[in-house]
């Protein structure tokens, strides 16, 4: 059996960006992610310990999201490290992270960075 946490369209407002008004003025910014952790045992059990605490994980999210960062790509990166080093039960997962309405030409709604490991 292949269990997962799905956790869809947690919103922040925060300065990621390369532009310096991305970074002065902020965005609003989407993460969705889906973490691979054997959590058979709750099936069972019906205890939290034998599973990833969802609150946890938005927590951690959150926190990552505050940081200021130039890319996606490392917004990303950060989330997933942080994901790791506190749930090493995590054996996978993919993670999106997406800016709404980014400043470039054209009626563009958002973009996307997706990572899967």
């Not at 609150?55 to 200021?68: Q, Y």
Request: with cysteine; aromatic share 8%; hydrophobic share 35%.
């Amino acid at each position: 059996m292949r269990t997962s946490i799905h956790i869809g369209a947690l919103r922040f407002y925060a300065h990621h960006g390369v532009l310096p008004q991305e970074q002065k003025v902020g965005n609003y910014f989407k993460v969705e992610t889906t973490l691979y952790t054997d959590f058979s045992r709750a099936l069972v059990t019906d205890e939290l310990t034998d599973t990833l605490n969802y609150a946890e994980v938005c927590k951690i999210i959150s926190d990552e999201m505050t940081i200021p960062s130039r890319l996606l790509e490392h917004v990303a990166g950060r989330i997933i490290n942080s994901l790791r080093s506190h749930y090493p039960q995590i054996t996978g997962g993919r993670l999106i992270v997406t800016k709404e309405k980014p400043p470039i030409p054209g009626d563009i709604r958002d973009v996307s960075v997706i990572v899967e490991w």
